[in-house]
């Protein structure tokens, strides 16, 4: 009696497993690529840093904010921009505030940041934006690199 299996011998029933679980690999397949390539080359791959912008409601939160991130070392830096003036719709209604941008400089450690801003931040529904850093000095990115640890 033959052992009953879950996949099937058929030739086409094999391929179509394979390419499946290829293509559910493919984004960590990508990145260890991706980084083999990086670390072989010296070069920068657009994309692995971040820029995030968080708005604080007054210079003291985004002190508080950015002593926080910088202890759990989730940034290369933060820098607390001057305060600026924001019109937004909320809950039915447009409402104006001050604020002060605060820039941070991240790795992939992005969710964890963002997760650890939320716990922290004031206000309910926190502004937490991201942009990719395509390109820049490669000292600088490789400063940022060294500065926040990867997990």
């Keep these: 009696v033959r052992p009953h299996t879950h996949f099937s011998c058929h030739p086409r029933a094999v391929v179509s497993e394979v390419l499946t679980l290829l293509l559910l690999m493919y984004p960590l397949l990508r990145g260890l690529a991706l980084q083999l390539h990086s670390a072989l080359t010296g070069s920068y791959i657009p994309g692995t840093h971040s820029i995030a912008f968080v708005n604080c ?18 940034a290369a830096y933060v820098n607390i921009l001057p305060k600026s003036s924001a019109l937004g719709c909320g809950c039915f209604e447009v409402r104006e505030g001050a604020g002060l941008p605060a820039g941070l400089a991240l790795t992939p450690l992005l969710l964890r940041a963002c997760f650890h801003f939320r716990s922290i931040h004031p206000f309910e529904i926190p502004e937490i934006i991201s942009l990719p850093i395509d390109q820049g000095n490669p000292l600088y990115l490789k400063w940022i690199e060294e500065s926040v640890p990867r997990d």
């Design 57 to 74: 409601l007054n210079e003291q939160i985004a002190r508080d904010i950015a002593r926080a991130i910088m202890d759990k070392r989730l």
